[in-house]
């Protein structure tokens, strides 16, 4: 059984750094698309940061050049370092996974199966 685990999310303030990390189990994250989305009160969830089987990212607009994602598939962990973190950041953030390669690399939230239960980020002004 797949079973996607966030940790890593906490309160800072802006301009600080957080890297949130997502334990994957049950599948190895080799051959899979994975991906960070977020969601505020109030919002949509929205796609952050993704990565393809072949390593290949794509950013919303809104974290390019400020967050950065990873995958480690020897310890099945996906990464996303966040720097530069702004008010509008705050959100629980959730890692995603898809079982195979998505062309192009995927930010829609219907692309992605499987789901961890989020950990919130929270950055003050």
């Known amino acids: 059984q797949v079973q996607l685990v966030e940790s890593g999310g906490g309160a800072v303030q802006a301009g600080g750094s957080l890297r949130l990390s997502c334990a994957a189990s049950?599948?190895?994250?080799?051959?899979?698309?994975m991906a960070w989305f977020r969601q505020a009160p109030g919002k949509e969830r929205e796609g952050v940061a993704a990565?393809?089987?072949?390593?290949?990212?794509t950013y919303a607009d809104s974290v390019k050049g400020r967050f950065t994602i990873s995958k480690d598939n020897a310890k099945n962990t996906l990464y996303l370092q966040m720097n530069s973190l702004k008010p509008e950041d705050t959100a629980m953030y959730y890692c995603?996974?898809?079982?195979?390669?998505?062309?192009?690399?995927?930010?829609?939230?219907?692309?992605?199966?499987?789901w961890g239960q989020g950990t919130q980020v929270t950055v003050s002004s």
């Open positions: 995603a996974a898809f079982p195979g390669q998505l062309v192009p690399v995927s930010l829609l939230r219907f692309d992605y199966r499987y």
């Open positions: 049950g599948y190895d994250t080799g051959p899979y698309c």
């Open positions: 990565i393809d089987t072949i390593g290949t990212t």
